[in-house]
């Protein structure tokens, strides 16, 4: 399985819509994928239909308690299963403070579930998108600790590159200290205002970082800046308040277009962790 966690400390800049509808585009293409929502505000879980509270357990029970994967994930249809978030979860940080091996729990949870390690059973999941919230506490350091790939939507403005070192710092702590897999899958330019000066500026600065900052920063060094960028589109504003994806929603829109795309590409994009892989076996 392939583990993606979609992570941006800033809020605003397209996280919780990358995170769904690409998990929803990559269903759509067959594969077996688990959504899962590390945002204790429960965007993902709402925008994928699911009812937070709906269920008796959430993503709060799988970091705080023994719950397993099997028990918490709620089966959409459509090769979609969605781990639902839940308010509780904002008290996380503290609540888990003092426990060891805080940053690892998700990752154990994955570990231990025999769909995410691809175990002959009724489910078998060939991706799992993380989505989180807009921090770099505790709950995006277990999507960081659990994940192979991490995508990063921005925002075209004039600040998008701010604060990003911070999130690199913390891939590399992550990296080193507890897993040593983790990469830059790449940037996908999110709320992109297609035909303006400044977008245009600004994604050909996001280009230039990323070239510049390869030497660095070892964990970029696969990463790249996505041919697709996902346009300003209403639709993809309106969807989430139906419960449904921007396929189901606007099937014929900029949005539904521009995450197919995306989704194409970052398929593509999976040849790069196998040929780490094979690097690392030689
Ligand atoms: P984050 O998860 O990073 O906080 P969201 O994905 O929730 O960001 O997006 C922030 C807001 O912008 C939401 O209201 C969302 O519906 C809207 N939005 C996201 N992407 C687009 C887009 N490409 N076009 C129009 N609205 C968008
Ligand atoms: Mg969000």
């Given at each position: 399985m392939r583990c993606i966690a979609v992570a941006n400390q800033k809020g605003g800049v397209g996280k919780t819509t990358t995170s769904v509808n690409l998990a929803v585009a990559l269903a759509r293409s067959g594969l077996d994928v688990c959504l899962v929502d590390?945002?204790?505000?429960?965007?993902?879980?709402?925008?994928?239909?699911?009812?937070?509270?709906?269920?008796?357990?959430?993503?709060?029970?799988?970091?705080?308690?023994?719950?397993?994967?099997?028990?918490?994930?709620?089966?959409c249809g459509g090769g979609l299963h969605v781990v639902p978030s839940h308010i509780d979860l904002s008290a996380a940080e503290m609540a888990l403070a003092t426990r060891a091996g805080r940053e690892s729990i998700l990752r154990r949870r994955i570990e231990a579930d025999p769909a995410c390690r691809g175990d002959a059973g009724a489910v078998r999941h060939d991706?799992?998108?993380?989505?989180?919230?807009p921090?770099?506490?505790?709950?995006?350091?277990?999507?960081?600790?659990?994940?192979?790939?991490?995508l990063l939507p921005l925002q075209p403005h004039f600040l998008a590159l701010h604060g990003l070192s911070k999130l690199l710092e913390t891939m590399e702590l992550v990296a080193e200290r507890v897993?040593?897999?983790?990469?830059?899958?790449?940037?996908?330019?999110?709320l992109?205002?297609?035909?303006?000066?400044?977008?245009?500026?600004?994604?050909?600065?996001?280009?230039?970082?990323?070239?510049?900052?390869?030497?660095?920063?070892?964990?970029?060094s696969d990463g790249r800046v996505f041919q697709s960028r996902i346009r300003r589109n209403v639709r993809l504003a309106?969807?989430?308040?139906?419960?449904?994806?921007?396929?189901?929603?606007?099937?014929?829109?900029?949005?539904?277009?521009?995450?197919?795309?995306?989704?194409?590409?970052?398929?593509?994009?999976?040849?790069?962790?196998?040929?780490?892989?094979?690097?690392?076996?030689?």
């Open positions: 590390l945002d204790p505000q429960a965007h993902a879980t709402l925008h994928a239909g699911v009812q937070p509270g709906a269920h008796p357990l959430s993503a709060w029970d799988l970091l705080a308690g023994e719950t397993t994967l099997a028990e918490v994930r709620v089966a991706v799992m998108i993380i989505d989180c919230p921090s770099l506490g505790l709950l995006s350091l277990n999507a960081m600790a659990a994940a192979d790939e991490v897993n040593p897999r983790l990469r830059l899958l790449g940037v996908v330019l999110c992109y205002e297609s035909g303006t000066r400044l977008a245009g500026e600004v994604a050909r600065d996001v280009e230039e970082y990323f070239r510049a900052g390869n030497a660095r920063h070892p964990i970029l309106e969807a989430p308040s139906f419960g449904q994806s921007i396929f189901d929603y606007a099937p014929d829109s900029h949005g539904a277009q521009d995450y197919a795309a995306l989704a194409a590409e970052v398929l593509q994009a999976a040849a790069v962790p196998e040929r780490d892989a094979a690097r690392r076996a030689a």
